[in-house]
């Protein structure tokens, strides 16, 4: 079924958006700061992509998941949503972990 991919993809994408705005962790504090770190994120990794395609080292596999529109050889549309993910999901992860860092310092020992 075709763009079932993409649709798991936005929907976790999403479901980010919402944890992220419900704890004010990463969009809400800092949204220019956020935006730039999930843009550059997504830009290296679409750069190492682009490094292993042209290596050989990735290769798109055939999968019916998949809605078919290709940005190049190899790389389908779903892989830049899934960077885009993987890049803000980093971005909200680092935000929690700072924030429990900050939530043990100010417990006395």
């Given at each position: 079924?075709?763009?079932i991919y993409l649709g798991a993809i936005l929907f976790s994408l999403v479901g980010m958006g919402l944890i992220d705005?419900?704890?004010?962790?990463a969009l809400r504090v800092a949204p220019v700061r956020t935006t730039i770190a999930v843009l550059i994120g997504t830009a290296f990794f679409l750069a190492w992509d682009v490094v292993g395609i042209v290596t050989g080292v990735f290769v798109k596999g055939e999968s019916p998941l998949f809605v078919g529109v290709m940005l190049a050889p190899h790389l389908p549309l779903e892989e830049v949503f899934f960077l885009l993910?993987?890049?803000y999901l980093a971005v909200v992860m680092f935000a929690v972990f700072e924030r429990r860092a900050a939530a043990r310092e100010r417990v006395p020992s």
């Open positions: 079924m075709p763009g705005w419900k704890y004010s962790l993910f993987l890049s």
